[in-house]
């Protein structure tokens, strides 16, 4: 069962478009195209399509409708994409707001919309608040007010939502366990090569990366991408392709994070250059891929090849916030081009520390490589410092960072 097609296979089972007072939307094919478009990087075709089809419907549905509120919660979505922070956010809390008075603050149609609130203010630099709507939502599924695979599905979504969430806010080990929780959980109930399960895995590698578990989370890499040839064996071609990028993200950051540069980048071409073809520039994992591109080319010194790569990032990603900053930063830095890198690095800082956490680990890179620009031994110390009480004394950035550091002492 391929990603996407699980997901539609377990909301046909759940009874999402069973009718009663608790029921929410079916699954809603035009939104879910729209949604396709915004994952790909086209948030502008998803912002017309989405238009017309409100239009359409404002006027055809009765306001307790479910599929109104998907539209209006994926044309947030788009808004977002296109970096209309302000305006996003005010749909989506109004969305929230009109289905709590409507329905009731517990129903499931209310808890959705503030699942899909949680996951744009995740996109949009807010951990801490998207944290909190998943624990709520959480809550109230606890409760016991509505039951059955309808509430069990807004759940799945919320802890996945939370996880991301609380990684995101730099809590780097919560993540990990809140992962570690929910797979169990996930497996019983969706199915081992569920949408829900083939998401936590993957997101699961990028956890254990940034927490230096190398070995583990090359395995897992692994492991998935044999899942994908299997699901691309049986037919499920979209579905592998985008569980094979997936993967092969994991594994290349795993790779370069451990000092094995050269493997992730020949790890990378090749799902790159599948994406390109599918998604096109901008596509979400078109970004993500050339992005640990360019990171494993400049951890290789071949810098001037980077800089190029990295000039085909978006700058304003929202779901690699500061990420292209950084990697030309370092570019840069490589090239002997200081005064650029300093600017870029502290762009990539400004950008990272609006988004994240002040102890995520973007952030401690980012800050370690503008105070080695800036030879700042004090700055380099204060870096290394929380690389060793975030990440660990034998993390490979808190010893880079500490070398540093002491390189400018000595």
């Given at each position: 069962?391929?990603?996407?097609?699980?997901?539609?296979?377990?909301?046909?089972?759940?009874?999402?478009?069973?009718?009663?007072?608790?029921?929410?939307?079916?699954?809603?094919?035009?939104?879910?195209?729209?949604?396709?478009?915004?994952?790909?990087?086209?948030?502008?075709?998803?912002?017309?399509?989405?238009?017309?089809?409100?239009?359409?419907?404002?006027?055809?549905?009765?306001?307790?409708?479910?599929?109104?509120?998907?539209?209006?919660?994926?044309?947030?979505?788009?808004?977002?994409?296109?970096?209309?922070?302000?305006?996003?956010?005010?749909?989506?809390?109004?969305?929230?707001?009109?289905c709590s008075g409507r329905f009731g603050a517990g129903h499931p149609q209310t808890l959705l919309a503030i699942v899909r609130r949680a996951e744009g203010r995740a996109v949009a630099g807010r951990p801490e608040e998207a944290a909190a709507d998943t624990q709520a939502v959480l809550a109230e599924c606890a409760g016991g007010t509505y039951a059955g695979h309808t509430v069990a599905l807004v759940r799945t979504m919320a802890r996945q939502v939370n996880a991301v969430a609380v990684g995101q806010a730099g809590r780097h080990r919560e993540a990990l366990a809140a992962y570690d929780a929910m797979l169990p959980d996930l497996a019983r109930q969706w199915g081992a090569e569920s949408a829900a399960v083939l998401v936590c895995r993957a997101n699961r590698v990028q956890q254990l990366a940034v927490l230096g578990q190398f070995r583990e989370a090359e395995g897992e890499a692994l492991a998935l991408l044999a899942t994908a040839g299997r699901l691309a064996d049986t037919g499920a071609a979209a579905d592998a392709l985008t569980l094979s990028a997936a993967a092969a993200n994991g594994l290349a950051f795993t790779l370069t994070e451990s000092g094995r540069a050269g493997e992730a980048e020949l790890e990378l071409r090749a799902p790159l250059a599948r994406m390109e073809r599918r998604e096109g520039q901008g596509g979400q994992f078109v970004s993500a891929l050339r992005l640990n591109l360019v990171n494993s080319l400049n951890a290789q010194g071949r810098f001037d090849e980077a800089l190029a790569e990295a000039e085909l990032l978006p700058a304003d990603d929202p779901r690699q916030?500061?990420?292209?900053?950084?990697?030309?930063?370092?570019?840069?830095?490589?090239?002997?081009?200081?005064?650029?890198?300093?600017?870029?690095?502290?762009?990539?800082?400004?950008?990272?520390?609006?988004?994240?956490?002040?102890?995520?680990?973007?952030?401690?890179?980012?800050?370690?490589?503008?105070?080695?620009?800036?030879?700042?031994?004090?700055?380099?110390?204060?870096?290394?410092?929380d690389w060793h009480t975030h990440f660990g004394p034998t993390h490979p950035r808190t010893l880079a960072a500490q070398a540093a550091a002491d390189a400018l002492t000595d």
């Open positions: 069962m391929g990603i996407f097609s699980g997901r539609r296979r377990a909301a046909r089972r759940t009874g999402f478009d069973r009718p009663g007072p608790a029921r929410v939307a079916a699954v809603d094919y035009e939104v879910e195209q729209a949604r396709r478009l915004i994952a790909e990087g086209r948030p502008t075709e998803a912002e017309q399509q989405l238009v017309a089809l409100l239009l359409d419907r404002q006027a055809a549905l009765s306001g307790d409708d479910p599929r109104l509120y998907d539209t209006r919660l994926a044309y947030a979505a788009a808004v977002l994409g296109l970096g209309r922070r302000d305006e996003a956010a005010a749909m989506f809390d109004a969305t929230v707001d009109e916030v500061g990420g292209p900053a950084l990697a030309r930063a370092e570019a840069l830095h490589g090239l002997g081009r200081t005064e650029e890198a300093e600017r870029a690095a502290e762009e990539a800082l400004s950008k990272c520390a609006a988004a994240y956490s002040p102890v995520h680990s973007r952030v401690l890179r980012a800050r370690t490589l503008l105070a080695t620009i800036q030879t700042s031994p004090a700055d380099l110390a204060s870096a290394a410092a």
